[in-house]
């Protein structure tokens, strides 16, 4: 493994770690209806459990209600129960086969919670990233020991693996602070 595939991997896995804690933020609501929500509810199919949107077509009603399908008759109430159960606070209204989803409007108590949770998903993304950091500087050291390697392009290849752990961590700071910015908006 050269330093060139190292960084190649590195910057790979780092931006890997921005794509997840983006889907991270994306289930975090804000006073804005997102299909998304709904994603992390397992509805009981036969026996397993299974995300809503396996049984059912979520769709927007408009910009604080998501509506719900059911693709078999049975489910509607399955789902709505789900729905219920779940940690996001939602209570589904039924309408026949319809089932709609009401966003309720946020205290100002809610928005500071759901900030520092968004603190706590970067700092974890933040972490995820100076690991991915330290096992590409132990691959460069480990080059640099096996005398694979000169110890200026061992130093050139931990400078480079720092600048680029420094712009996915401002690229984080960068994700928190819009999102927290757009929970505080009320």
Do not use: C
Not at 18 to 42: C, M, N, W, Y
Not at 104 to 131: C, M, Q, S
């Amino acid at each position: 493994m050269s330093i060139a595939d190292i960084k190649k991997t590195a910057e790979q896995k780092m931006a890997r770690s921005v794509e997840s804690f983006k889907g991270e933020l994306q289930k975090i609501r804000t006073g804005r209806a997102h299909p998304g929500i709904l994603d992390q509810v397992q509805v009981d199919y036969y026996g397993s459990l299974v995300p809503i949107s396996q049984v059912a077509n979520v769709t927007l009603l408009d910009a604080r209600t998501i509506s719900v399908q059911p693709w078999e008759k049975g489910m509607g109430a399955k789902i709505e129960k789900a729905i219920r159960e779940s940690d996001l606070g939602l209570n589904p209204a039924s309408q026949g086969d319809l089932l709609r989803v009401p966003m309720p409007a946020l205290t100002e108590e809610r928005r500071k919670d759901l900030t520092k949770v968004v603190r706590n998903a970067g700092e974890d993304a933040r972490i995820a990233v100076r690991n991915l950091r330290r096992d590409a500087n132990e691959h460069a050291k480990k080059l640099f020991k096996d005398k694979a390697i000169t110890e200026d392009e061992e130093r050139r290849s931990l400078d480079e693996l720092q600048k680029l752990t420094d712009r996915t961590i401002a690229e984080i700071d960068r994700l928190v602070s819009a999102k927290e910015a757009e929970i505080m908006a009320v």
